[in-house]
């Protein structure tokens, strides 16, 4: 049964449980305004270059907004993820 039901057919998310995915406790998640940004494309592509960072845990790209949140197990290294959005051919602007 691999969910996250529990076996009273309840869910276990949200209840205070152990959490099932894998957490770190020191996270520190950074908004980047990032300019060029038009389409899906440009999410993948920021998003795949950012995720390869060592100490990346996730990327999430908001192109409408131009914003790019990135959450790093402890403090970001801006001048790594200022280059990773530039090898993807966009330009970081600074934080938001």
Do not use: F, N, Q
């Not at 309840?10 to 520190?28: E, L, M, N, R, Y």
């Not at 592509?45 to 131009?66: N, P, Q």
């Not at 197990?73 to 602007?93: F, K, Q, W």
Request: charged share 10%.
């Amino acid at each position: 049964m691999g969910s996250c039901c529990t076996p009273d057919g309840g869910c276990s998310t949200g209840s205070g449980a152990a959490a099932t995915t894998t957490a770190v406790a020191d996270t520190t998640a950074t908004v980047y305004a990032v300019s060029g940004m038009t389409c899906g494309h440009c999410k993948t592509a920021i998003t795949t270059s950012v995720s390869a960072l060592d100490g990346v845990i996730s990327v999430d790209v908001d192109v409408a907004g131009g914003l790019v949140t990135v959450t790093t197990g402890g403090a970001p290294d801006d001048a790594a993820i200022s280059a990773a959005v530039d090898d993807a051919g966009y330009e970081l602007t600074g934080r938001a």
